[in-house]
C-alpha cells in the first residue's frame, strides 16, 4: 500500500488500539507508549499544522519526540494521519523496517528528530525555535514532547532556563507526568517552568477537550508548558 493508496482511508481515535496492536515484539515498551497517546492524538488532530504534504515545508510546525522509547503511539498516529503506510506498522522493530524501538529521522516520514538520549528534546527544541527566528519564520510553532523523569537531567534545566528570559513564543512543550521521576519538584512540574518565565498549565492527559484548551491557551512573549498528567507507570 503506498501513501497515496492509504489516504483514502480514513482513520480515527477509536482505531488507534487497532493501529498499535499490529507492532509485537520485545521491548515495545507498553506503559510508555500508551501514556503519550492521547497528548500525540490531539496535537496532531487538532492542532499541528502539519501533515504528508507538508512535512518538509519551511512553514510547518515542528514536533520533537524527546520521550522517544516505546513509540508505538507516535508510529500508530503518524500511519493514521497518513504519514507511512499502516502496512508498515507489523515490521516494527525488525531488522528491515524503518520503524525503529527510537524514531529515526531519516527513515520515518514526518519525523523531526532522532530520539536517544533522555534530556536532549527540549535542548533541541529551543535551537530549533531560535533558528526559525533567526530566519524570520515567525509563523511555525515548536513542539516536544518529554515524559516528566526526563526533567531528572540537567540539560532540560539550562534549557527552560534560557527560553523564558530569551521569549520564545513560538516553543512549547508537553510534560507527560506518569510519576516516574526519581526528584520531586518543589511546588510540582508546572512551578519549575513558570520559575523561569513560563507560561504553563497542568491537565487530564487522557482528556481531549482539556489538553485543546490547555495546548491553545494564550501566552504572548513566553513559551508554553503543558504538564499532561496520566496513570503512573506501572512495575
Do not use: C
Not at 527540549?122 to 513542539?143: E, K, N, S
Not at 477537550?209 to 491557551?217: H, P, Q, S
Amino acid at each position: 500500500m503506498t501513501i497515496t493508496e492509504q489516504r483514502t482511508q480514513t482513520y480515527g481515535y477509536s482505531d488507534l488500539p487497532g493501529l498499535m496492536g499490529l507492532m509485537t515484539g520485545d521491548e515495545k515498551h507498553g506503559p510508555a507508549a500508551t501514556s503519550t497517546l492521547d497528548v500525540l492524538w490531539v496535537l496532531y488532530d487538532r492542532v499541528l499544522r502539519v501533515g504528508p504534504d507538508s512535512a518538509d515545508a519551511p512553514g510547518r510546525d515542528r514536533f520533537l519526540l524527546s520521550k522517544g522509547h516505546g513509540p508505538m503511539a507516535y508510529y500508530a498516529v503518524l500511519a493514521a494521519k497518513g504519514f507511512l503506510p499502516v502496512d508498515r506498522l507489523p515490521g516494527f522493530g525488525s531488522f528491515d523496517s524503518p520503524l525503529g524501538h527510537h524514531p529515526d529521522r531519516t527513515l520515518v516520514p514526518g519525523v523531526e528528530i532522532g530520539s536517544g538520549s533522555l534530556g536532549h528534546g527540549l535542548p533541541i527544541a529551543v535551537g530549533t525555535a531560535l533558528g526559525l527566528r533567526a530566519q524570520g519564520l515567525h509563523d511555525p510553532v515548536v513542539w516536544t514532547l518529554i515524559g516528566d523523569a526526563e526533567l531528572d537531567e540537567g540539560s532540560n534545566h539550562e534549557a527552560i532556563a534560557f527560553a523564558g528570559p530569551a521569549g520564545l513564543d513560538r516553543l512549547h512543550t508537553v510534560v507527560v507526568d506518569n510519576s516516574s521521576a526519581s526528584y520531586a519538584r518543589p511546588g510540582g512540574i508546572a512551578a519549575r517552568f513558570e520559575a523561569a518565565g513560563w507560561s504553563a498549565r497542568t491537565a487530564d492527559g487522557r482528556d481531549h477537550e482539556a489538553l485543546y484548551a490547555a495546548f491553545t491557551a494564550p501566552h504572548p512573549g513566553r513559551p508554553h508548558v503543558v504538564v499532561a498528567r496520566v496513570e503512573p507507570k506501572s512495575a
